[in-house]
């Protein structure tokens, strides 16, 4: 019995993905539960497991190829088990290709009409057929560049590109659907000495296409201000002992500013919202998102309903985010939704910058590193643990006043760090 390993629901991953490594080889034992292949999505990679114990019988999607949701990415012979000789049999028992000199009218068979369609498919990336069958592209005019010479969404950007390119005759092509000229890429230019062309991964090209929208979609403005650390300080130079040995982990700024921006979120509601059309959708509940720096680009794990969660509570979950994104486990669950984030680039050594918005959320909070300044307090000056703080906010539902006012209540909680445990 055949079973098919295919591509699952994504969730917030979006609908495609791209076939990263595959865990097993054609041939190998797999046990159901066993990941086989791991996927890249815009967020995380996605290992896909096998559905029944058995052998690994055919590969249809390689390393590199993009596939949607749904899409059989290879299958297993659940009534086989593995020998050690399992690859060097299969490989016996595969069709041999018949020399040219030796083909001949009984050496061909008729082929099936789903086989003929299954070896077209496979010619080209689902992304590719999809795009050529939108700009009515015949692939087999089309030069793959991909493994086995498949074809790419790049190989059919190229070949619509060229259409539009000028014949010996002067004139140019006609492209497919004039209606809708696609915008031909910009040729790879000729590399100089020393350098490297390096393609960008799925999850960082959806980084900078995200960006490239947040800036286009919303009316973005940011607010700065900046917050005496004093008080905060001593109080964790006072309770980081006992407060490690009591909860196990080391009690860090994340927990103060979480808690510090639940507070503010409740005195401004309208920054833990989203749009909806022509609505404000004000949400009740505070999922935090926190920013953390990943080899592969940015990641936001999620804290959810974080004004339940204590001070132990949200470092224990910051601390195993950081190492889950290091080690590349974070889940989809881990970064499903959110309403409001902080991202903390101090920790890299920014004094100052401005974060951007992560949509469809209005608002994301920037910390910075703490730096001694010299400050005015009661008529003199005096060296304090200053850190400058950034509030980018949607102002299409946000106010400037609003946005202002929000930044202050958080310096207010923060230089006040006792108002957060009255207050809770």
Request: a negative charge.
């Amino acid at each position: 019995m055949s079973v098919n390993i295919v591509v699952p629901d994504l969730g917030e991953a979006g609908e495609e993905a791209t076939v990263s490594r595959w865990l097993k080889a054609v041939g190998d034992a797999v046990k159901s539960g066993e990941a086989v292949v791991v996927l890249e999505t815009d967020k995380v990679d996605v290992e896909v497991s096998a559905e029944a114990d058995g052998v690994l019988a055919n590969i249809e999607r390689q390393a590199g190829d993009d596939v949607t949701i749904g899409e059989v990415l290879g299958s297993i012979d659940a009534s086989a088990s593995a020998a050690p000789d399992a690859k060097e049999e299969q490989a016996e028992s595969r069709p041999q290709p018949v020399a040219e000199e030796q083909a001949g009218p009984a050496a061909e068979k008729p082929k099936e009409p789903a086989a003929v369609e299954k070896a077209e498919e496979s010619k080209a990336t689902p992304v590719a057929r999809r795009l050529a069958q939108e700009r009515s592209i015949d692939l087999a005019q089309v030069q793959g560049s991909g493994p086995q010479g498949r074809v790419t969404r790049e190989d059919v950007e190229k070949h619509i590109s060229r259409q539009a390119e000028p014949r010996e005759d002067g004139q140019k092509s006609a492209p497919a659907r004039p209606e809708k000229p696609a915008a031909p890429p910009q040729p790879a230019r000729e590399l100089d000495a020393g350098e490297e062309r390096v393609r960008m991964s799925r999850r960082r090209r959806t980084i900078a296409r995200r960006l490239v929208e947040a800036q286009q979609t919303a009316a973005m403005l940011t607010t700065f201000n900046d917050v005496d650390m004093t008080a905060v300080m001593e109080l964790r130079a006072r309770r980081k002992e006992a407060f490690r040995e009591r909860h196990g982990v080391s009690l860090g700024l994340s927990s103060f500013f979480v808690k510090a921006a639940i507070g503010a979120l409740k005195d401004f509601p309208r920054l833990n919202a989203e749009i909806e059309g022509d609505d404000i959708i004000l949400k009740h509940y505070y999922d935090i998102g926190i920013a953390i720096g990943a080899e592969d680009g940015l990641v936001v794990p999620v804290l959810r309903n974080a004004d339940r969660m204590s001070f132990a509570a949200i470092e224990s979950a910051i601390k195993t985010f950081a190492q889950q994104a290091s080690d590349g486990t974070l889940s989809l669950d881990d970064l499903r939704g959110g309403t409001f984030t902080i991202t903390n680039g101090g920790i890299f050594g920014s004094l100052l910058s401005t974060p951007i918005l992560n949509p469809p959320q209005v608002g994301i909070l920037g910390l910075h590193r703490i730096e001694d300044r010299p400050v005015a307090r009661n008529g003199e000056i005096v060296i304090r643990p200053m850190m400058y703080l950034a509030l980018s906010y949607d102002h299409r539902i946000v106010d400037g006043r609003e946005a202002v006012q929000f930044l202050v209540r958080i310096k207010e909680l923060i230089e006040d760090p006792e108002v957060l445990l009255i207050e809770g």
